[in-house]
């Protein structure tokens, strides 16, 4: 199985700063035959399900603003807000669907502070 | 507008069975691979299990954890697929989401909303 591995488990930034969460996966998740990374990034706020925000590592899902973005390769990731609005208090996950069992990190809490 | 919406959670006593349903609009739900994922009260966020379209197969695979006693169908005239639940353990107990995803391979785009499962004597 793919162990997917998240830091920090907790973040608190102020508003307006920047946040970034860091993932890495135990074996890579890189397919060079179509040169893509098939991890995504989620957000789960709290009694809701969760939310796709990126997909192959850095393609942004439609609606989703433009201080979240994602980048990294192979093994490691980062999932990066720009300028950190009230609105993104959550869980942010990363995914990984290279192959069954899909997987996830345990999770980052992100706080104002 | 994509809608997947679960049902048939509640309270179940251990060793008994439940079946969720996963009710589809929005889009073609036979082009789609429908997945389950579970989460734990205050956990992180775990893969069940998939069944892929007709045109791949509609072929099923399963957590370890949970092979052998769930098992995924879908019945594509209706837009539901299932997830039936035999032999439940208190570790069962979860939120339980479906997803849609193009294929394997394929990140999931859309979520339900859940249905809460407890497995509790």
């Known amino acids: 199985d793919i162990v997917m591995t998240q830091s920090p488990d907790s973040l608190a930034v102020s508003l307006g700063e920047r946040a970034t969460i860091n993932c890495k996966s135990s074996?890579?998740?890189?397919?060079?035959?179509?040169?893509?990374?098939?991890l995504g990034w989620y957000q789960q706020k709290p009694g809701q399900p969760p939310k796709v925000l990126i997909y192959w590592a850095s393609t942004r899902e439609s609606g989703v603003p433009d201080r979240f973005s994602g980048s990294g390769s192979g093994t490691d990731f980062t999932l990066t807000i720009s300028s950190l609005q009230a609105e993104d208090v959550a869980v942010y996950y990363c995914?990984?669907?290279?192959?069954?069992?899909?997987?996830f990190g345990q999770g980052t809490k992100l706080e104002i502070k | 507008e994509v809608q997947l919406v679960e049902s048939g959670g509640g309270l179940v006593q251990p060793g008994r069975s439940l079946r969720l349903s996963c009710t589809a609009s929005?889009?073609?739900?036979?082009?789609?691979?429908v997945s389950w994922f579970r989460q734990a009260p205050g956990k992180g966020l775990e893969w069940v299990g998939f069944?892929?379209?007709?045109?791949?197969?509609?072929?099923?695979e399963y957590a370890a954890s949970v092979k052998g006693t769930f098992t995924i169908s879908r019945d594509d005239s209706k837009s539901i697929a299932y997830l039936q639940m035999n032999s439940l353990k208190t570790e069962d107990t979860a939120m339980y989401y479906c997803?849609?995803?193009?294929?394997?391979?394929?990140?999931?785009?859309?979520w339900g909303r859940g249905t809460l499962v407890t497995v509790s004597s």
């Open positions: 069944i892929r379209s007709k045109a791949y197969g509609g072929t099923a």
């Open positions: 995914h990984q669907y290279y192959s069954p069992p899909y997987t």
């Open positions: 074996q890579s998740v890189f397919y060079s035959s179509n040169n893509k990374n098939y």
């Open positions: 929005g889009f073609t739900f036979g082009d789609y691979l």
């Open positions: 997803t849609r995803s193009v294929g394997t391979g394929w990140p999931f785009d859309y």
